[in-house]
């Protein structure tokens, strides 16, 4: 775990997000050993998993948190383990009643719905002070706040019923008490971000990043209780899963744990975090009391790009502070991807279904692939055709964008270690052409 200055930063945030936190009235009357099925999608980072986390949790007999639950680990101490990575040991303690208690606080079903009435408005402005205490910590928004700008931001929003037109409008009268909260730092349109976060990169603030950006947009759905959670599956993502796949059965005692092995071919995956590297930001952690970055692609981008890490931190990663960023990006896809196999044995998980991401992207496969899933997650299949929301991108997706990047991914492609890993999961030598 981080030690010096990073760690006092680290406390006096996690402690700040739970003075937040105690001024939100009621709590979940279940915890999580009521949940009796999981299905968790393990991917590396920009290898799909928002996208397909998001169609899954959109359907009505679903239950997710919006988002990934990373931020939930953070506050509850469960970050970096001994060597600096996101690989925990297998005995890493926790409150384990505490995490419980802040997963069931987001847990919801369905796709967002407006506040309509005051009893609507009472629970979005709770749903609210809940993130922005993740994503602002050391602001320390109170719940009263939070719900007198939600009722502002409702009155004057004229669509209510978009939940990004809404959380613009309720930053916006935010900002009049906590000027530093900036909408730049969010997963919103750029329409309705402004300008604030141009140049040089920057963090969204100087405290430790429990939610990392861009920042979730929070949406009210439906509630989850004891009732709604006999047989409904909990979908759930993190791009650290992958190396921590045993703690899923802690966190989970009694569920039935199923995985979507969700895989993406590298240049693809490489191309899109190169892309999140120099975008607005995906900051992971402060490692600047261990290392000064020196990537090549990156830290030429100012100086919170000599300090800040981005996206999960595979093992071994203190040999990359120095390497070049499409070298770094290979080794963040190569080291979730391979924990992932490893980690997916009997008495661990209980079901696996590998999903490439081209067949979801493909229009000719697209149907069949997703009604497998359907059917492996245990989710009745949409009697209508699945939308597909754009989801944490850096830019406007189509298909083999990376081939605009191909000159830096191919050539790390080629390394033996990334061969083997992308051979194994079906991508292989000489088919580069066919991959999206």
């Known amino acids: 775990m981080a030690s010096g200055v990073e760690v006092s930063v680290r406390e006096r945030s996690i402690a700040a997000a739970r003075r937040t936190l105690a001024t939100v ?8 050993s009521h949940i009796t099925h999981v299905v968790a999608i393990v991917a590396s980072s920009r290898g799909g998993s928002s996208l397909l986390h998001q169609i899954l949790s959109d359907q009505p007999d679903a239950l997710s948190i919006v988002g990934e639950h990373t931020a939930l680990y953070k ?99 935010l900002r009049d008490s906590h000027p530093r909260v900036d909408p730049s730092f969010y997963d919103l349109p750029p329409s309705l971000r402004h300008a604030g976060n141009t140049g040089e990169l920057r963090t969204p603030h100087d405290g430790f990043c429990i939610e990392e950006p861009p920042f979730i947009v929070p949406r009210l759905r439906t509630a989850a209780d004891r009732d709604c959670l006999q047989g409904r599956p909990v979908v ?51 490692v600047s009391d261990q290392h000064t970055l020196a990537i090549d692609g990156y830290s030429e981008l100012g100086a919170a790009a000599t300090r800040w890490w981005n996206f999960d931190i ?51 496969t697209r149907e069949a692939t997703l009604r497998s899933v359907f059917d492996f997650a245990g989710i009745p299949q949409p009697s209508r055709p699945v939308q597909f929301p754009v989801v944490m991108a850096t830019a406007q997706p189509r298909p083999a964008r990376w081939r605009q990047r191909a000159h830096l991914v191919l050539p790390v492609v080629e390394h033996p270690a990334l061969r083997d890993i992308a051979s194994e999961l079906g991508y292989r030598k000489g088919e580069e052409d066919q991959w999206l």
């Open 236 to 286: 759930i993502k993190s791009s650290v899963d992958a190396y921590r796949l045993p703690l899923l059965r802690r966190l989970f005692p009694h569920a039935r744990l199923r995985v979507i092995h969700l895989t993406r071919n590298p240049a693809a995956s490489i191309n899109g975090l190169y892309d999140g590297w120099r975008d607005r930001g995906f900051f992971s952690y402060d």
């Open 314 to 364: 595979p093992p071994g990663w203190d040999k990359l502070v120095d390497q070049p960023l499409e070298w770094v990006c290979a080794q963040q896809w190569a080291g979730a991807h391979r924990a992932a196999v490893e980690g997916l044995a009997p008495g661990i998980v209980d079901e696996v279904l590998r999903v490439p991401f081209e067949k979801v992207l493909h229009p000719g």
């Open 75 to 173: 506050l509850n101490g469960l970050d970096r383990g001994r060597d600096g990575s996101d690989v925990l040991e297998p005995d890493a303690a926790f409150n384990w009643a505490q995490f419980s208690a802040d997963f069931m606080s987001l847990l919801g079903s369905g796709a967002n719905r407006p506040p309509v009435d005051a009893a609507d408005r009472t629970r979005y402005a709770a749903v609210v002070t809940r993130r922005l205490a993740l994503q602002w910590p050391l602001e320390e928004i109170q719940y009263t706040t939070v719900h007198g700008v939600v009722d502002q931001a409702v009155r004057n929003c004229a669509r209510r019923d978009d939940p990004d037109a809404l959380f613009a409008q309720v930053l916006h009268h």
């Open 25 to 32: 009235p009621g709590s979940a009357d279940t915890d999580l």
